[in-house]
């Protein structure tokens, strides 16, 4: 849209929903300009979005298109922008994010509201920006702001940027009078009009600024390649302004092309189709006012956290007073610890606690519209809260579990509503962990299961639908993967050697390390309820069990796996961890030999892949996207590797069945051999 404001022409994006530059945004842009630029009446331009978006950027799904390479491309309109006879000023509302930064930073001026979110979030798909912003950021904004806004993604808001000098002025309201103003000030002033291209920099504060930079990556980024990406960019914008563009234009379509970037705009997708419930079950979600959470323990405060941000109403229910108290202390902490780094304000934090109800009433259940029971992971104390519950919530309530293994069915069959009945997954801790796993019972209605996903989205968490089987999708493949972990340890594997290979792919953490954090009992008394039904004939290392049977439960004993001081863990196994495990393997009669990196990171992998083409073919699993979405966000698996699914499509597929097969004999009876064509066709 074209429209006059005196001798100012304001040019308005309008490409619904968040103005990205898809090609028709771009032509209409570089139009609109032209014919501003020709008319000898005007004297200035502003660009501007609307409330929710001056522009999110490049649309993702374009990339790698024939539609990406209509002209004008993005650099060819910021280039036209940039060397206006008129002034142009961009007037920042709402999110103004990756090419739209970049759009804005090639105006002359840039005007915002105090609540407007710029950022450049290139990093999240692999990617550095493309379009001039790591040029013109640096001139502007200086190298550190620069660089944290290029390296984190994170936006931030134009009154935080107010000092910053890439904004000349931040206003709090009339965003539009500010911009207009701006641009017959620059009017008025005439030619050369302000231009990042014309400001310079030292080249050897560059230099040094980038050398310290790349000295404090962390192992992980070190496996990004958008990460050294990003700096030599930087480095380019020591030297000729061409010669930087073309070298971050360079960088950007390597990284486009590149493995990384093509998994984590895969996990870009594949996060938007998961929070999706497949056609069968989609219905409408039942209205929720009021959460009421049994259980105040870390979980349940967790939960209680994420719904009283969510602007609901909570019923925080205990036992006794004492647990209560405990439990209402962890909200209030979590609060005040907000409020301390200035993260949220006063108000806010006290508007959220005036909506908790802490109680050990059981009859208060009758005012909720869900129920979400958080206690511990036992089924005869499931059993006995849902009796509970479904004897004072109102009909028409939706009850859930928070249950990591149990059978939801099973906890279903202690009301006498098991339609009503669905598991919600939280992973710990449920303030943070943005995956909800979503269970689907055997009698669970349509309209419960889109309630789950629908409070998944109001907590702003990642809801998975899966089906009810034992760890649902996310435990049942990692169990997988730490048996096959556990099976290399008697082969010949150190826990050290497994741990370091798996986080050299760039896992968070090793399983042996996530053991120990998490503690190693929770593991052994499962294994303990478990034991009646094992086959004898299955392979099954009991190194974990022996370790907890001496005392050695992980960190919080001060030994697992590994030993721990106060100030760091021992990164080596010590004698008594040795000497178990060697005993493992004779017992075996397996003759020990070391396993290389790639070995390892191959088998866990395997492992991973041929449970998720089970859960798949069983129905657990809706989509195999999900699957990789869940291991994600819930199990550290590294999102610029996409997925053990997105992994296995890019191997070859006779090597990879080939594989699954020699790990089918290594761990003997019981491994059932997935039909991988369910994820590969």
């Given at each position: 849209m074209y429209e006059l404001h005196g001798t100012i022409a304001v040019i308005t994006l309008n490409h619904p929903p968040v103005n990205s530059l898809g090609a028709a945004l771009r032509q209409h842009l570089a139009a609109a300009v032209r014919q501003a630029e020709s008319d000898p009446a005007i004297t200035g331009i502003v660009l501007v979005g609307h409330a929710k978006a001056f522009s999110a950027g490049a649309d993702v799904s374009e990339f790698g298109t024939p539609l990406q390479r209509v002209e004008p491309m993005i650099g060819q309109l910021l280039a036209q922008i940039e060397a206006c006879q008129k002034p142009v000023v961009a007037a920042l509302s709402g999110v103004a994010l990756g090419?739209?930064?970049?759009?804005?930073?090639?105006?002359?001026?840039?005007?915002?509201?105090?609540?407007?979110?710029?950022?450049?979030?290139?990093?999240?798909?692999?990617?550095?920006?493309?379009?001039?912003?790591?040029?013109?950021?640096?001139?502007?904004?200086?190298?550190?702001?620069?660089?944290?806004?290029?390296?984190?993604?994170?936006?931030?808001?134009?009154?935080?940027?107010?000092?910053?000098?890439?904004?000349?002025?931040?206003?709090a309201d009339d965003l539009l009078s500010a911009a207009l103003q701006r641009a017959a000030d620059l009017a008025s002033l005439g030619a050369p009009f302000p231009k990042a291209c014309d400001r310079s920099l030292d080249p050897e504060q560059v230099q040094q600024f980038v050398r310290e930079q790349a000295a404090k990556l962390t192992p992980r980024q070190r496996l990004q390649h958008a990460y050294a990406a990003q700096l030599e960019a930087l480095s380019a914008a020591a030297g000729d302004w061409q010669a930087g563009l073309r070298r971050e234009r360079e960088l950007f379509l390597q990284l486009q092309s590149s493995s990384q970037s093509q998994a984590l705009r895969y996990q870009f997708f594949a996060e938007r189709e998961a929070g999706k419930l497949p056609l069968a079950w989609q219905a409408e979600p039942r209205t929720v006012h009021t959460v009421a959470i049994i259980g105040a323990g870390t979980m349940g405060a967790g939960i209680a956290i994420c719904a009283l941000d969510a602007g609901l109403r909570v019923i925080l229910l205990e036992q006794d007073d004492a647990a209560l108290k405990r439990g209402q202390q962890r909200v209030t902490e979590?609060?005040?610890?907000?409020?301390?780094?200035?993260?949220?304000?006063?108000?806010?934090?006290?508007?959220?606690?005036?909506?908790?109800?802490?109680?050990?009433?059981?009859?208060?259940?009758?005012?909720?519209?869900?129920?979400?029971?958080?206690?511990?992971?036992?089924?005869?104390?499931?059993?006995?809260?849902?009796?509970?519950?479904?004897?004072?919530?109102?009909?028409?309530?939706?009850?859930?579990?928070?249950?990591?293994?149990?059978?939801?069915?099973?906890?279903?069959?202690?009301?006498?509503?098991?339609?009503?009945?669905?598991?919600?997954?939280?992973?710990?801790?449920?303030?943070?962990?943005?995956?909800?796993?979503?269970?689907?019972?055997?009698?669970?209605?349509?309209?419960?299961?889109?309630?789950?996903?629908?409070?998944?989205?109001?907590?702003?968490?990642?809801?998975?639908?899966?089906?009810?089987?034992?760890?649902?999708?996310?435990?049942?493949?990692?169990?997988?993967?730490?048996?096959?972990?556990?099976?290399?340890?008697?082969?010949?594997?150190?826990?050290?050697?497994?741990?370091?290979?798996?986080?050299?792919?760039?896992?968070?953490?090793?399983?042996?390390?996530?053991?120990?954090?998490?503690?190693?009992?929770?593991?052994?008394?499962?294994?303990?309820?478990?034991?009646?039904?094992?086959?004898?004939?299955?392979?099954?290392?009991?190194?974990?069990?022996?370790?907890?049977?001496?005392?050695?439960?992980?960190?919080?004993?001060?030994?697992?796996?590994?030993?721990?001081?106060?100030?760091?863990?021992?990164?080596?196994?010590?004698?008594?961890?040795?000497?178990?495990?060697?005993?493992?393997?004779?017992?075996?009669?397996?003759?020990?030999?070391?396993?290389?990196?790639?070995?390892?990171?191959?088998?866990?992998?395997?492992?991973?892949?041929?449970?998720?083409?089970?859960?798949?073919?069983?129905?657990?699993a809706s989509r195999a996207s999900d699957i990789d979405v869940v291991l994600v966000q819930g199990y550290g698996f590294p999102r610029w590797e996409g997925g053990p699914v997105f992994w296995a499509r890019q191997q070859d597929r006779a090597a990879l069945t080939q594989d699954l097969h020699t790990l089918a004999a290594q761990a003997g009876h019981g491994f059932v051999l997935a039909d991988l064509s369910v994820l590969l066709d």
């Open positions: 090419g739209g930064l970049e759009l804005a930073l090639a105006c002359h001026g840039r005007v915002a509201l105090e609540t407007a979110k710029l950022g450049l979030p290139e990093i999240n798909l692999g990617l550095i920006p493309g379009a001039g912003g790591t040029q013109r950021l640096p001139r502007l904004a200086g190298l550190a702001t620069a660089l944290t806004m290029i390296q984190s993604g994170a936006p931030q808001t134009g009154q935080q940027l107010a000092e910053s000098g890439l904004l000349d002025q931040v206003v979590h609060y005040q610890n907000r409020v301390q780094a200035g993260k949220m304000k006063a108000t806010m934090a006290a508007a959220a606690e005036a909506r908790l109800l802490p109680s050990t009433d059981w009859a208060q259940l009758a005012a909720a519209d869900l129920v979400i029971e958080a206690v511990f992971e036992d089924l005869a104390v499931k059993h006995e809260v849902f009796r509970k519950i479904d004897a004072h919530a109102r009909p028409g309530a939706v009850l859930a579990t928070n249950t990591s293994y149990l059978d939801v069915d099973a906890i279903a069959s202690a009301t006498q509503r098991p339609q009503d009945v669905l598991g919600l997954h939280f992973f710990s801790p449920a303030n943070v962990m943005k995956l909800l796993e979503v269970v689907r019972g055997r009698q669970t209605s349509a309209d419960v299961l889109a309630t789950g996903m629908a409070l998944g989205k109001k907590l702003r968490k990642l809801p998975v639908l899966t089906g009810n089987a034992f760890g649902f999708i996310g435990n049942r493949i990692y169990n997988a993967y730490r048996r096959q972990c556990e099976f290399m340890l008697e082969d010949g594997a150190w826990p050290e050697d497994v741990d370091g290979a798996l986080q050299a792919f760039g896992l968070a953490m090793g399983p042996f390390a996530v053991a120990d954090l998490s503690g190693l009992d929770i593991a052994w008394r499962m294994r303990k309820a478990q034991a009646a039904t094992r086959d004898p004939r299955e392979r099954y290392v009991a190194i974990l069990d022996q370790l907890c049977e001496q005392g050695r439960l992980g960190r919080k004993t001060g030994a697992g796996y590994y030993t721990y001081t106060e100030v760091r863990q021992v990164k080596t196994t010590d004698a008594t961890v040795r000497d178990l495990i060697t005993q493992a393997s004779a017992r075996r009669g397996i003759p020990r030999r070391a396993l290389t990196a790639p070995e390892i990171q191959r088998r866990a992998l395997l492992a991973m892949v041929n449970e998720a083409a089970l859960l798949l073919s069983e129905g657990v």
